[in-house]
């Protein structure tokens, strides 16, 4: 569980961005990070929360129109520097922040090393980024079709944001199993985990579906399923209000937590069992499982 | 505890359940042979974390069940599962207690396959039941309306009693501390049948007794605890399987959970409690997500 925060339009991104970020640090609080699109495409991320990193980006150049912005909460890799998000291509082209969890991302990763991708980070993120790069060059297709493409690649959830560089109006998003929202102002756009960092600038939002990539490019939306089909997005009016967001909607985190336990007890399963094959793997006991199997009668 | 039920049921292996705190100043006989299974959710917790190093120096090797990934337990442990729970708030644990419950769970059943005391058959309706466990959670949420009528009732006891037996058992222990740590009530897990050596005499017309009577092996036994009770006058809010007549007829009140196998029972059967817990809590007035002298971490010995 992650927060994700993504802004484009014609204010500058990065104080929408960090409150947005404050708001969904309910959901990862081990490290923050945020991209900005300026000419450069500017990568800035810190472990800690997010006031460690407001501290750190203090005398950084945060100028820019379009920006995004990641809460962590640590799944591949531990919380440090290197693994926060926002995560760059292998041409630095391409950033993505990214909350879910790609389960096929050894074997992708293997791979991408394979025809000479390095990787900076223990991410299974970073992974996704440098796949869509490499489908983009090597089938010649624009952003939003190499996204669509390697999603199609991959097993597990997510909700992602993508920028690039070469591309300064376009913002991409998808989702799968992890929440996206998009919310529509008059020539601006957001895209959020939940509606907590877009409320307070436009009531009209459009949920993605699961299989769903959202691109805005030049003030325009268009949502495609990642099997191609071009769907229409439905827009409908937030009835949030302001105090109730944290909690998404509940009186205490308590509720809230014992109301997400069908969500987290499946994630604690998630990739470990298939039942269908009779298959149960817990990946970090499998190195010592010979100890366990002979302990002590 | 659940895990200590578990991994003897399923892999067949003893294990013996202990307060880091406890464990480390006691001199335990640890081995080579031996592996130590450390839970914490922060994976800070400084009196788990100073029992792991001792039983390290013994030649233990240590399993680390946590949900902060990158805390300091996984770090010092020999291998681990995180248990994904996501970021848990709220100082009562809820979430990251059916996690581990999870995890450990699978980690008796891995290991329980691989030893072969288990059959493959049992194994795989197993895993099967286990795939069912969020949906029959989802489920038990919906006695939400009806445990917040039972909790009006009962804000202003002074004490509860939880029992349960077998996989009943350690859910009538995390029932209770929920609502010590909320409400600040005084209560008390027990195993049902061992209420009548000493928690019977506390039981009158305003005791609560919270009793997880869940269709299984012991529900008959656990039928005669509640009537026990009853003889007492005390008040039975019974935690029962969908459908159930007999207990159904004795208990005040009775709050339904969907039927799974035994040894799920716990993370299907905590959930009213937490539920119930939280109610009488907010009724009281009390701060749930920070109760008083308590913290989410606690890195103090």
């Known amino acids: 569980m992650c927060g994700i925060v993504a802004y484009i339009g014609y204010r500058q991104a990065y104080p929408i961005v960090i409150k947005g970020l404050q708001r969904l640090e309910y959901r990862g609080y081990d490290s923050a990070g945020v991209a900005l699109l300026n000419g450069e495409l500017s990568v800035y991320k810190k472990a800690g929360k997010v006031a460690d990193f407001t501290n750190y980006v203090s005398d950084k150049n945060l100028v820019g129109q379009v920006g995004m912005g990641h809460t962590r909460w640590a799944t591949h890799g531990e919380p440090n520097d290197r693994n926060a998000h926002p995560h760059y291509s ?21 791979e991408l090393i394979n025809s000479g991708h390095t990787f900076k980070s223990d991410t299974d993120t970073e992974v996704l980024i440098h796949l869509i790069e490499e489908i983009k060059h090597k089938t010649h297709v624009a952003t939003e079709e190499a996204v669509r493409l390697a999603l199609g690649e991959v097993i597990g959830a997510y909700a992602i944001v993508v920028l690039s560089k070469s591309e300064p109006n376009k913002m991409i998003a998808a989702r799968k199993g992890s929440p996206i929202v998009v919310g529509i102002g008059k020539d601006e756009w957001f895209i959020a985990s939940d509606a907590t960092p877009i409320v307070e600038y436009t009531k009209n939002v459009a949920y993605l579906n699961d299989g769903e990539v959202a691109t805005i490019d030049n003030g325009k939306l268009t949502v495609k399923t990642i099997d191609n089909e071009t769907k229409i997005p439905f827009v409908q009016e937030l009835e949030l209000k302001l105090e109730a967001i944290e909690k998404g909607g509940y009186d205490h985190f308590m509720m809230k937590e014992i109301y997400e336990q069908p969500r987290s007890i499946w994630d604690s399963m998630r990739g470990r069992i298939d039942a269908d094959k009779g298959r149960l793997r817990l990946g970090g006991i499998s190195e010592f499982e010979n100890k366990l199997i002979n302990a002590k009668e | 505890m659940v895990a200590e039920y578990l991994i003897e049921d399923l892999a067949r292996i003893p294990v013996e359940v202990e307060y880091a705190s406890e464990f480390r100043y006691r001199n335990p006989i640890i081995s080579e042979d031996d592996v130590v299974i450390a839970i914490s959710q922060s994976g800070e917790t400084a009196d788990t974390l100073a029992a792991i190093e001792m039983a390290k120096e013994r030649g233990a090797t240590i399993f680390g069940v946590c949900n902060v990934v990158g805390s300091s337990i996984p770090r010092a442990t020999h291998a681990g599962s995180y248990t994904h729970a996501g970021p848990e708030i709220g100082v009562a644990s809820t979430k990251a207690f059916t996690a581990q419950v999870t995890v450990l769970t699978l980690m008796a059943l891995q290991i329980a396959n691989k030893r072969g005391t288990i059959t493959q058959s049992r194994f795989r309706a197993l895993l099967n039941e286990l795939e069912t466990i969020p949906s029959k959670v989802e489920i038990a949420l919906k006695s939400n309306d009806k445990v917040k009528e039972i909790s009006a009732l009962f804000k202003d006891s002074r004490n509860f009693l939880y029992l349960g037996r077998g996989y009943g058992f350690p859910v009538a222990l995390e029932g209770a501390l929920k609502l010590k740590e909320i409400s600040y009530i005084h209560a008390e897990g027990y195993p049902a049948a061992e209420m009548k050596h ?21 529900y008959e036994k656990v039928v005669s605890n509640i009537q026990e009770v009853k003889a007492r006058k005390g008040k039975i809010i019974a935690i029962v399987t969908e459908g159930d007549v007999d207990v159904r007829k004795m208990a005040d009140y009775t709050i339904e959970i969907p039927e799974t196998d035994d040894i799920l ?8 409690l937490q539920l119930l817990s939280y109610h009488i809590a907010v009724m009281r007035g009390c701060n749930v997500d920070q109760p008083r002298n308590l913290a989410k971490s606690v890195t103090v010995e």
């Open chain 1, 90 to 110: 292998e041409s630095k082209d391409l950033a993505i922040i990214h909350n879910g969890i790609i389960e096929n991302y050894a074997a992708i990763k293997q």
């Open chain 2, 265 to 272: 029972v716990p993370l299907v059967s905590v959930i009213p």
């Open chain 2, 198 to 218: 000493g928690p019977i005499a506390l039981i009158d017309e305003e005791m609560p007794v919270v009793v997880i009577a869940t269709k299984n092996s012991s």
